[in-house]
């Protein structure tokens, strides 16, 4: 088993992975083509996507992309994480987050911002962004918009409203 940077010749069974991990939750989820858009962006960064292999099948998926909180730059989404179902519960998506985390921190990233289930992303430090006054347009519950800082004082002085690359669809 082994995390590493996503081979373009993998961008199509990667975006089937996710699609079908984004399936069940939301039927109208369109992430596997969210990854070919952020892949499009001018900021899109190869070592910021990474897949998990397993028996040299690819099991796993995380993104990172930039944002902007308020007017500072030095922050990064993860959007989307996906692990395959049948995969689900082993500590694969813990590991993805923890490379991902790692390789922000080594490129002088700040934070990261997770719109997710908080029962799953608290145990990884991530809390409610409310707390740094970090908001969001999104219509999302306060609790499921989390923000984890990078390193100490990652946010101080930071506050605003995320803005998301136009891939998303979200500004």
Known sequence: MSIRTIKPNEFEKVGILVKEAFLEENPQA???QLIARLRDE???EEDFEVVYEQNKAVVGHGMLSDIVIGDETGF???APLAVKK???N???GAD??????ERAIENGYRAISILGDPAYYNRFGYVPAE???VTTTLDVPDDYYLIKELVPNGLKDV???VRYLDSFGLN
């Open 30 to 32: 369109d992430e596997d």
């Open 42 to 44: 001018i900021t899109y």
């Open 76 to 78: 990064l989404a993860l």
């Open 86 to 88: 049948s995969e689900r």
């Open 90 to 92: 082993q500590g694969y």
């Open 96 to 101: 993805l987050i923890k490379t991902l985390e």
């Open 131 to 133: 707390k740094y006054h």
């Open 159 to 161: 506050s605003g409203e």
